[in-house]
């Protein structure tokens, strides 16, 4: 085993897949575009999914790249020594091209070659799909292990509810190949695996083999192309690298910890409750800072990302003056995140004003209520001691939402705190009835779920790039996409301007799209470096990363935009395009809503 930092292990993993052929592609942003089923990233797949759809990728057949992700559902589990909300994935790809021999030769390569990360193959294990009546027992990729020279009963069968991956509810997906490091005393009994011992192997490589798109809950079929689709937990595999038992003992946190214990004068490791606070600060100080800082990053809200972000700092805050941190401090732990992550992650170090300006906005925000909040909570306890349910009324719940800006989740962290439940459902009707804030509710319903593609989320794609283009010219060349966003019922788009619209503006817009529309212009794609597609006159998104090859889709000869679509083939298809409202998003970006109908 070597010793290496996460920063070395990035490095190591993209240089390896290089070397077999693959090319790097950047990481996309932690905000999904055009996916109205998942408020982030939540996998490094997950940008990919249209090219696991079979979709071309202008970089080609084989990929690599590092994901920045946000995965929220295990929230409340964070504070743990393992759980985190924001966390880093590796991952390699094959479009159509290898499949399972060599995916599972280069993992084992990877992992053990003395080159590489040099892990000791007898605390490797592996599991591999048991079979149901959706595919079958996976003897090829056992036998594939066994070529690579793993003991036949390090090799466990499961079913599909450990070994059949897929991002959401409908997708790509396929039977997965996952790979496993003992964390256990020294080293593994002899026929030990996953199927033996839950709790010692620790997973760190997941090989899906994705060769499925589930279409509903009842249509399975098959792809045109296999695919392989694979991520590894970075700072998990970095942690095992260097021989520690926690995430947060590794510098991918040691730094930021170390900034928490002086502000809080506190030494980690001298009290448990201590101790998960500040995991709790360290990860959720992390997740804030990744998400403001973000090339489309997102300000704290009552809704989508924007809520999870306020839950993200809320709830840091909180444990903070668990810690007797009475100052606010985000911002001087932001500056512990973004030196470690600059290099990898260059739009933290650009962004570093705007998250230190955000996280102390929302800090005082949230700091001016937090204590009169928790001193109505106190109030309320001898109470509610009485209440044979041990349930915090759903109005009380909602007061100290309304009034003291307490997340649901908090009050429902605090009652737990204190030997309670929350009465989520009289929470949610509270809410319902106080109308101006019933938008509230949304922000955590999006989980889950996965980029669809289907055919109206097409249509109002190409449609977004007939109203960019519209704009531009009854505007003027100073318009620029500032935000889009697409669901099966409509289509947003914030763009920049000064000034709100005129009613005859607006009309002309829609009139000129609609125009495009009964032209019925062919929707053509060409793949071109980065540099040639700006000549052609394509527009690019300002901030986002690009591969040096693109796709650029044109519009026959009224739009050119780089962008990985897909997109319908001709307008015609599209209906009658219809703005529906133009209003303000935030200084100087304006924001219109529109339907095809
Ligand atoms: N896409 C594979 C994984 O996230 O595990």
Redo the contacts with the bound molecule.
């Keep these: 085993m070597c010793s290496m930092t996460a920063n070395e292990l990035r490095s190591k993993y993209i240089e390896f897949f290089k070397s077999k052929d693959h090319v790097e592609i950047s990481g996309r942003s932690l905000i999904p575009e055009n996916d109205p089923s998942v408020l982030f990233t939540t ?3 997950h940008p990919l999914v249209p090219f696991l759809l079979g979709e071309p990728h202008p970089a080609g057949k084989r990929l690599t790249d590092y994901q920045k992700c946000i995965r929220t559902g295990d929230i409340d589990e964070v504070g743990d020594p393992s759980h985190l909300t924001c966390f880093e ?1 590796l ?1 390699n790809w094959s479009l159509g091209d290898y499949f399972k021999k060599e995916s599972i030769a280069y993992s084992y390569e990877f992992l053990t070659s003395k080159k590489w990360l040099a892990l000791d193959p007898a605390k490797i294990s592996v599991t591999v799909f048991a079979g149901d009546e959706n595919a079958p027992r996976d003897e090829e990729s056992a036998g594939y292990w066994k070529a690579n020279g793993m003991p036949e009963d390090k090799i466990a069968y499961l079913p599909a509810s450990d070994n059949w ?1 897929a ?1 959401g509810p409908t997708g790509p997906c396929g039977p ?1 190949t996952e790979i496993f490091y003992w964390v256990g005393e020294g080293l593994p009994p002899v026929g030990s695996n996953k199927g033996t011992d839950k709790d010692n192997w620790l997973e760190i490589w ?1 090989n ?1 083999f994705m060769e499925y798109n589930r279409v509903d809950e009842k249509t399975l079929v098959k792809l045109p192309k296999q695919n392989v ?3 590894m937990g970075l700072e998990r595999t970095n942690c095992i690298l260097q021989g520690k038992t926690s995430v947060y003992l590794t510098e991918v946190f040691q730094p930021i910890i170390k900034t928490i214990e002086k502000l809080a004068g506190y030494t980690y490791g001298s009290d448990a409750e201590k101790d998960k606070s500040v995991r709790i600060i360290a990860d959720h100080a992390r997740a804030s800072v990744f998400i403001i800082g973000d090339p489309k990053g997102v300000s704290p809200s009552n809704v989508g990302a924007g809520y999870v972000l306020r839950r993200l700092i809320r709830r840091a805050v909180r444990h903070g003056r668990k810690l007797g941190i009475e100052n606010t401090f985000l911002a001087d732990l932001s500056v512990s995140v973004i030196e470690n992550f600059k290099n990898a992650y260059p739009e933290l170090e650009q962004n570093a004003e705007k998250i230190k300006q955000e996280l102390t906005a929302e800090e005082n925000k949230f700091g001016q209520t937090l204590r009169k909040g928790e001193a109505e909570f106190e109030k309320l306890l001898p109470n509610l001691a009485k209440n044979p349910k041990k349930e915090i009324p759903g109005r009380v719940a909602f007061r100290l939402y309304d009034t003291f800006g307490f997340p649901i989740e908090i009050t429902e962290e605090l009652a737990a705190e204190n030997g309670f439940t929350v009465d989520k459902v009289g929470f949610k009707e509270a809410e319902k009835k106080h109308q101006e804030l019933s938008r509230t509710a949304e922000a955590g319903k999006a989980k889950g779920g996965l980029a669809e593609q289907s055919e109206m989320t097409i249509k109002y794609h190409t449609a977004t790039h007939l109203l960019q283009a519209a704009l531009k010219r009854v505007l003027g060349d100073h318009v620029a996409q500032k935000g889009s966003n697409i669901t099966n019922e409509r289509m947003r788009f914030d763009f920049s301007h000064p000034a709100p619209m005129t009613p005859e503006e607006i009309k002309k817009v829609e009139n000129l799209v609609n125009e495009q529309i009964s032209r019925n212009l062919p929707v053509t794609m060409e793949i071109m470096n980065l540099e040639d597609a700006k000549k052609s006159g394509a527009t690019a998104l300002f901030g986002e990363k690009y591969e040096n090859n693109v796709k650029v889709y044109t519009i026959g000869d009224f739009s050119k935009e780089v962008c990985g679509g897909p997109h319908v083939t001709n307008t015609g298809v599209l209906g009658k395009f219809v703005i529906k409202k133009e209003q303000s998003s935030s200084a100087g970006v304006r924001r219109i809503k529109a339907v095809l109908e």
């Design positions: 996998a490094g797949m994935m991952g991956w991002a997965d997941n899906v689709d694979t991520g």
